[in-house]
C-alpha cells in the first residue's frame, strides 16, 4: 500500500530515522480487483486487506480511502494484523479520515499482538514519541526489537543505532553490528552503510 510514514521522523537518538516504509503486498491487475472482492465478499480476511490496499492507492479502481479503512476494519476485527495496521497507516496518514493518537496506539498494539511486524514498529515509534501512550524509550525499543525479529528492517536498523549511541541500552558494538546487519539483509541502505561504517572502525 502506500507510504506508511510519510515524514522521516527522528526518535530514540539522532540518525535514528523512521523513514517511509511500503506496507503489504499491493497488486496492479484490476482483475486481482474482481477476485478479491469476490474472495472478500466470501469471507477470505487476507482478500479484504488486499482490496483495502487497492482502494487507497486507487490502482485500476477508483481511489477512495473511506472504502479501504472499512475493508482494514472489517480484517482486523476478524485479526488480521496487517488490516490493523494498515487501518492505523491510514488514519495517520490521511487528511479526510482521523482518528485520536490514543485510538491509533490500540490498532497499532492489536496488530502487533496479531504478528504483523509493521505494527510494532509503529508501537515502539509511538512509545519513542510519546503518542497515545506515556513516552517509554524500554518499550519503544521492546517493540522495536519485535519488529525486527518479524523482518521489519527500520525496526532493525533502529535497534542497530541505538546499540553504537548507548541510548536507552548500553553501549555494544556486537549488538549494533547484529542489528544494522540484519536491516542491510532486508535491503535498508541505512543499514548496509552504518554496519560498514561501525565494522571498519571508522
Known amino acids: ?36 472482492q469476490q474472495a472478500c465478499a466470501a469471507g477470505d480476511v487476507d482478500a479484504c486487506t488486499n482490496l483495502g490496499v487497492l482502494y ?24 488480521d494484523g496487517k488490516g490493523c495496521s494498515n487501518l492505523g497507516a491510514i488514519y495517520d496518514n490521511s487528511k479526510g479520515v482521523k482518528l485520536d493518537d490514543i485510538k491509533l496506539v490500540d490498532l497499532y498494539a492489536k496488530a502487533c499482538d496479531e504478528g504483523d511486524a509493521f505494527g510494532c514498529f509503529d508501537l515502539g515509534v509511538a512509545y519513542a514519541n510519546g503518542q497515545g501512550v506515556l ?14 525479529d518479524g523482518g521489519d528492517a527500520l525496526g532493525c536498523y533502529n535497534l542497530g543505532v541505538a546499540y553504537v549511541t548507548g541510548q536507552s541500552v548500553p553501549q555494544n558494538k556486537s549488538a549494533a553490528l547484529e542489528y544494522l546487519g540484519k536491516a542491510c539483509n532486508l535491503k535498508y541502505r541505512l543499514g548496509c552503510d552504518a554496519y560498514a561504517k561501525i565494522n571498519l572502525g571508522k
Open 56 to 79: 487507497e492507492n486507487g490502482q485500476r479502481i477508483k481511489q477512495d480511502e473511506f472504502k479501504a479503512a472499512e475493508l482494514f476494519q472489517r480484517s482486523c476485527t476478524a485479526g
Open 1 to 36: 500500500m502506500k507510504l506508511a510514514k510519510l515524514a522521516m521522523i527522528s526518535i530514540l537518538v539522532n540518525g535514528a530515522v523512521f523513514a517511509a516504509v511500503t506496507k503489504g503486498n499491493a497488486v496492479s491487475q484490476s482483475s486481482q480487483a474482481v477476485k478479491y
Open 135 to 148: 513516552q517509554n524509550k524500554t518499550e519503544a525499543l521492546k517493540y522495536l526489537g519485535k519488529a525486527c
